[in-house]
């Protein structure tokens, strides 16, 4: 089990999720952060930081695509472990509807 980055982090990037991670095991895209999955010991305490509720345990339903999302870009973004400013539009993307087809270009996050 992990935990993993889902669609309404993309443009919000609060980060308030990296700084309390014991392990260090976000890594940070341009448009949003993912979490290493043999990484992640799945101690749930970034879950509740994310202001945006993005953050999901992997034994959720149907989100084996978002699995394959963050395992694939943790392996090709820097790692990031201290909070940065979000973008000055992230209030207005929090919720919105097609953030990943936008910024991947896929609407199914395993093929983005
Ligand atoms: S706190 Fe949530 S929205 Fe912000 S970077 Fe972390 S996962 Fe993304
Ligand atoms: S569940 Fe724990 S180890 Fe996994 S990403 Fe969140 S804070 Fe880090």
């Not at 993309?10 to 043999?38: H, N, Q, S, W």
């Not at 392996?75 to 953030?99: F, I, M, R, T, Y």
Request: aromatic letters at 8%; a negative charge.
């Amino acid at each position: 089990m992990t935990y993993v980055v889902t669609e309404n982090c993309i443009r919000c990037k609060y980060m308030d999720c990296v700084e309390v991670c014991p392990v260090d095991c976000f890594y940070m895209g341009e448009t949003m952060l993912v979490i290493a999955p043999d990484e992640c010991i799945d101690c749930g305490v970034c879950e509740p930081e994310c202001p945006a509720e993005a953050i999901k345990p992997d034994t959720e339903p149907g989100l084996e695509g978002w699995l394959a999302l963050n395992a694939k870009y943790a392996a090709l973004w820097p790692n990031v472990s201290e909070k940065s400013d979000p973008p000055p539009d992230a209030a207005d993307w929090d919720g919105a509807p097609g953030k990943l087809q936008a910024a991947f270009g896929h609407a199914d996050p395993a093929a983005a």
